[in-house]
């Protein structure tokens, strides 16, 4: 039984006996909705392993992948740099933090969240402890407005309608993922205290252990919710290290399209990573410093391809799948139905468990068809 989640590649063949081949290949992690949590100062030494945060320990690491060795944008010190660097790769010469939008914004519609809106992509910023009445461009009691990086730009700042409509309330959070009313692109920020950044207001306990309840509580939610499920992923990240150190901090992603298994990379990273990332899943033009600078790639899985493909002499047709990984289970399928995407009845052909990466499949009765359409499905 093949499972519902799964990766894919395709190959199309068309008038093989006549000896031509054309090739289309579609080897995407085809992530569709994003939720980003951002925590607060914390490095990773403080987090990995330590009984003040067992549910990141025992729960969320071994099932995800994740970077261990991430540090601030040089040249900027605080919160505010860093969440802006998120939402747009640069800092727009802010370099410390604490100043609500009212001290500096900017008249640019180079950030991310205006791409999405461009591009016809959903995107939505749940923030604690505001009331959802009014563009939350104040910090007040528990909310810090430079957690919240959408309200430094005009197009937002000044835009009462246009913030209001997707800067909301974390309660409205729940209810929207119970309904499958998520937009694609959720970003997710708790208060002052159930971030583990902490306050004076804060209950009593440690604040690494207040955030870690937390999330205990909330990502589990995303985890069992169908955005999620439906080729879904939820990144957990830290905006600096203890104590407004430059890091290192962590990132943590889980998805059906991660490599999971506490799969983690030590590689010295900052925000571009991860922000090159979000890019790169929506399919928007890199801004900034995404431009030049490295990605989160190898927490995902690699993607299958099909290649070489070749007709043999003996009229059987062969190609080779690559990007496989050992030990899952993999189905080589075809079709020759190509009228209607929706009337496509797949064959399974060939169902085998590699030790390697690379497989060369041969279809020995494709000269039986004038044109096939070849997939592979690799569940887990």
Known sequence: MITRAHRIAWLLIGSILYGQIVTCRASQTNIQTVFLIVMENVSWPDIA????APFINNFLLPQSSYASNMFIVPGTFGSLPQYLWLESGTNWGVTSDSSDP???????????????????????????????????????????????????????????TNCTNHIRPYTEFERDLTNNMVARYNFITPNLCDDMHGSASCPPGNRIRLGDNWLS???????????YQNNGALIVTWDEGTANAAGPYGTIILSPWAKGGGYAISNRLDHTATFRTLQEIFQV???????????????????IELSAPSLNSDQTFSFAAEGLVPGKTNYFQFATNLTSANSIVWQTVLTNVLGSNRFIFVDTNAANSPQRLYRVLESY
């Open 49 to 52: 392993g330590s009984t003040n």
């Open 102 to 160: 009212s001290a500096h914004h900017f008249a640019t519609t180079n950030h991310f969240v205006i791409q999405l809106q461009n591009a016809g992509i959903s995107w939505k910023s749940y923030q604690e402890n505001i009331s959802g009445t009014a563009c939350p461009t104040t910090s007040s009691g528990l909310y810090a407005a430079w957690h919240n990086p959408f309200v430094y730009f005009d197009d937002i700042y000044l835009s009462p």
């Open 217 to 227: 509580i909330e990502a589990p939610k995303i985890l069992n919710s169908q955005a």
């Open 285 to 303: 033009p890199l801004l900034y410093a995404a431009k030049t600078g490295p990605n989160l790639n190898d927490l995902f899985r690699s993607t």
